[in-house]
């Protein structure tokens, strides 16, 4: 039985589609987050933001009550204006936020120096703030670079 036309392109139009498929989404992919941050995801970010302001207000009222750590209500700081970052898209606003991270690093390294300093915690510890900083600091300049 001899096949028609159809039947032998099949094949290859099923291959032609899926390479499309894929074209297509290596492409938009590629894209920067600007351009594909819909209006979910950025619902989702708002969210995460309240949340973490709440969480920032919770964890200050109990640190000024002595129950949480300075360390704590620093990192929970940190997080806050990560997602803040994330929506952010004015340079200024960006780097703004990348200040305010690096001053919050830079105190929580005093801090843990001091800590260091009176044993009551190990140099790793100091060394893992040091680094954190200088990511926060990397970013800093980053920004810096992209709005000039």
């Given at each position: 039985?001899?096949?028609?036309?159809?039947?032998?392109?099949?094949?290859?139009?099923?291959?032609?589609?899926?390479?499309?498929?894929?074209?297509?989404?290596?492409?938009?992919?590629?894209?920067?987050?600007?351009?594909?941050?819909?209006?979910?995801?950025?619902?989702?970010?708002?969210?995460?933001?309240?949340?973490?302001?709440?969480?920032?207000?919770e964890?200050?009222?109990?640190?000024?009550?002595?129950?949480?750590?300075?360390?704590?209500?620093?990192?929970?700081?940190?997080?806050?204006?990560?997602?803040?970052?994330?929506?952010?898209?004015?340079?200024?606003?960006?780097?703004?936020?990348?200040?305010?991270?690096?001053?919050?690093?830079?105190?929580?390294?005093?801090?843990?120096?001091?800590?260091?300093?009176?044993?009551?915690?190990p140099?790793?510890?100091v060394?893992e703030?040091?680094?954190?900083?200088?990511?926060?600091?990397?970013?800093?300049?980053?920004?810096?670079?992209?709005?000039?």
């Amino acid at each position: 039985m001899q096949k028609s036309g159809f039947d032998m392109r099949w094949p290859a139009l099923l291959v032609l589609a899926l390479v499309l498929v894929v074209v297509t989404h290596r492409e938009s992919a590629g894209q920067p987050p600007e351009t594909v941050v819909t209006g979910e995801i950025e619902a989702l970010q708002r969210q995460r933001v309240d949340t973490l302001r709440q969480l920032v207000d919770e964890l200050q009222v109990r640190h000024e009550h002595g129950i949480v750590a300075d360390d704590v209500l620093i990192r929970a700081n940190h997080r806050l204006l990560a997602a803040e970052l994330d929506l952010a898209r004015e340079p200024a606003e960006r780097i703004d936020i990348c200040r305010r991270q690096l001053d919050l690093f830079q105190h929580l390294e005093a801090l843990t120096s001091a800590r260091f300093e009176t044993e009551t915690i190990p140099h790793s510890d100091v060394l893992e703030i040091q680094a954190e900083r200088m990511l926060v600091e990397i970013q800093l300049l980053k920004e810096q670079a992209a709005a000039e």
